[in-house]
């Protein structure tokens, strides 16, 4: 096999624009989603039994159907569910955000769990309201317990953020392909897009790992 990546070095800075737009997309649904497996976490845990039956209920579907499903569920189905198309990356945004949330609920919810009882006990016993023990007390430590898995949501994210070209939003993949349509070559830009991803997902795994250990130097 013959390979020949310099038909493609014109237009590599088309290529790399892709990773802003990859990038906007994790980043909004990792922070939608993070708030919403917050609020699904607290749900899950909660006494209240129709709160946890809720909770429950969307984290078994979300995690039990396939994220493409989902993507195309809202994409294509809009119009028929609310009556407008909703745009591609609007649709990538909400897509991931509902899906990840499911996943950062039962991460979150663990962490709590691993928080030793006697500090909510403590804080029922000084009159901390629920809320404020959550915020100030219990969740700080839970976060910073979960660091790690919650790192690795966030690299699984990134690299199921390519299935957003099925929708036709321009992200790296959708790039590459274009790039390979033009010159009737589609593996060294699939190739290309691959090694960007890799980058990617190396400096975000060296990135928690830093924020980790500068957590566990502040203990």
């Known amino acids: 096999m013959n390979l020949d990546f310099t038909p493609f070095i014109p237009s590599m800075p088309y290529i ?43 984290t078994s579907i ?10 195309m569920l809202i994409y294509y ?37 691993a928080v030793d009882k006697g ?16 915020w100030d007390i219990i969740l700080p430590q839970a976060l910073k317990n979960i660091l790690p898995a919650l790192m690795n949501e ?7 953020s390519a ?10 993949m959708r790039r590459s392909y274009q790039v390979g349509a033009e010159n009737y070559s589609f593996f060294e830009p699939l190739l290309i897009a691959g090694l960007i991803y890799y980058l990617m997902v190396i400096t975000l795994t060296f990135l928690g790992k830093a924020l980790e250990g500068r957590m566990r130097r502040s203990d």
């Open 16 to 58: 790399l624009k892709g990773i802003l737009v990859t990038l906007q997309i994790v980043l909004l649904a990792g922070v939608l989603g993070f708030v919403l497996g917050i609020i699904l976490s607290l749900f899950k845990i909660s006494s209240i039994k129709i709160l946890n039956w809720v909770a429950n209920v969307y």
């Open 62 to 71: 979300f995690r039990g159907t396939p994220l493409v499903l989902q993507l």
């Open 77 to 113: 189905g809009s119009p028929q569910v609310i009556g407008y198309q909703i745009e591609p990356y609007t649709a990538a945004i909400l897509s991931f955000a509902l899906n990840s949330g499911a996943y950062i609920s039962e991460i979150i919810r663990a962490g709590i769990l």
């Open 119 to 134: 500090q909510q006990e403590a804080a029922m016993a000084l009159g901390v309201p629920y809320g404020k023990m959550m």
């Open 154 to 160: 966030f690299i699984s994210l990134t690299k199921e």
């Open 163 to 172: 299935i957003v070209t099925t929708i036709g939003v321009m992200d790296i």
